[in-house]
């Protein structure tokens, strides 16, 4: 997943692209508008995540350039718009979601809820047709293709199955039985010795850094870099 952080004040965006980084998602940085432009026109990001108060304007101007019905013409539309602001208002708030963006968050937050929210936005474009976008990992239910790292991974359905719900519950525990119920059909004569198989083809297919954790006796977490044990 690839986001882009606009954010002028030097202290937090080094924080922000810390915390995004080790959540092992692709940032980019631009701490002026003109700067934020620069790299839009030549990226679609998944995520923008739009600082207001900017020194060469607004972070809603931005926005509204982006989301306009007929496009800029110049600079590639993001997928998701997330506006930090240090300004609570409600008319603030108000005018952020009527520019166009999906989500805010009022400054000061917590790195932990950034990277929610930036999950659960890009939740969001796989309801809406979207792919699935976790870290590095790209699952594409429509085209039935998924990446890591832009690199296409050779999967069985089944396979690809599991990680398209892995990639849609991430960060969450997802049981064997969860799996069975969700990516084997009633037909299968399968248990879960077959969910073991089929992780640990997965797991080699995905390869390093893991981002299959096991979770002793409950079961399986996505998204986390961890061992495979
Ligand atoms: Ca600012």
């Given at each position: 997943?690839?986001?882009?952080?606009?954010?002028?004040?030097?202290?937090?965006?080094e924080?922000?692209?810390?915390?995004?980084?080790?959540?092992?998602?692709?940032?980019?940085?631009?701490?002026?508008?003109?700067?934020?432009?620069?790299?839009?026109?030549?990226?679609?990001?998944?995520?923008?995540?739009l600082?207001?108060?900017?020194?060469?304007?607004?972070?809603?101007?931005?926005?509204?350039?982006?989301?306009?019905?007929?496009?800029?013409?110049?600079?590639?539309?993001?997928?998701?718009i997330?506006?930090?602001?240090?300004?609570?208002?409600?008319?603030?708030?108000v005018?952020?979601?009527d520019?166009?963006?999906?989500?805010?968050?009022?400054?000061?937050?917590?790195?932990?809820?950034?990277?929610?929210?930036?999950?659960?936005?890009?939740?969001?474009?796989d309801?809406?047709?979207?792919?699935?976008?976790?870290?590095?990992?790209?699952?594409?239910?429509?085209a039935h293709?998924?990446?890591?790292?832009?690199?296409?991974?050779?999967?069985?359905?089944?396979?690809?199955?599991?990680?398209?719900?892995?990639a849609?519950?991430?960060?969450?525990?997802?049981?064997?039985?969860d799996?069975?119920?969700?990516?084997?059909?009633?037909?299968?004569?399968e248990?879960t010795?077959?969910?073991?198989?089929?992780?640990?083809?997965?797991?080699?297919?995905?390869?390093?850094?893991?981002?299959?954790?096991?979770?002793?006796?409950?079961?399986?977490?996505?998204?986390?870099?961890?061992?495979?044990?």
């Amino acid at each position: 997943m690839r986001v882009l952080l606009v954010e002028d004040d030097a202290d937090l965006a080094e924080v922000v692209l810390l915390g995004l980084r080790q959540e092992h998602l692709a940032v980019d940085h631009a701490a002026t508008l003109a700067d934020a432009e620069q790299l839009l026109i030549a990226t679609t990001y998944d995520v923008v995540c739009l600082d207001l108060g900017l020194p060469d304007g607004e972070g809603l101007d931005l926005c509204r350039r982006l989301r306009s019905a007929k496009g800029d013409g110049v600079l590639a539309r993001p997928r998701r718009i997330l506006m930090l602001t240090a300004r609570d208002a409600v008319t603030d708030r108000v005018a952020g979601l009527d520019a166009g963006a999906d989500d805010y968050l009022v400054k000061p937050f917590r790195m932990a809820e950034l990277n929610a929210r930036i999950r659960a936005l890009a939740r969001r474009s796989d309801e809406t047709g979207g792919p699935l976008i976790v870290g590095d990992v790209v699952v594409d239910g429509a085209a039935h293709v998924a990446t890591r790292g832009g690199v296409s991974l050779d999967l069985t359905g089944r396979e690809f199955a599991v990680l398209r719900y892995f990639a849609m519950h991430a960060g969450e525990v997802v049981s064997s039985e969860d799996l069975l119920e969700h990516c084997w059909d009633s037909n299968a004569n399968e248990f879960t010795s077959s969910v073991r198989v089929i992780l640990s083809r997965l797991r080699k297919k995905l390869g390093e850094p893991a981002v299959i954790e096991t979770i002793k006796g409950v079961g399986y977490r996505f998204g986390h870099a961890a061992d495979t044990s």
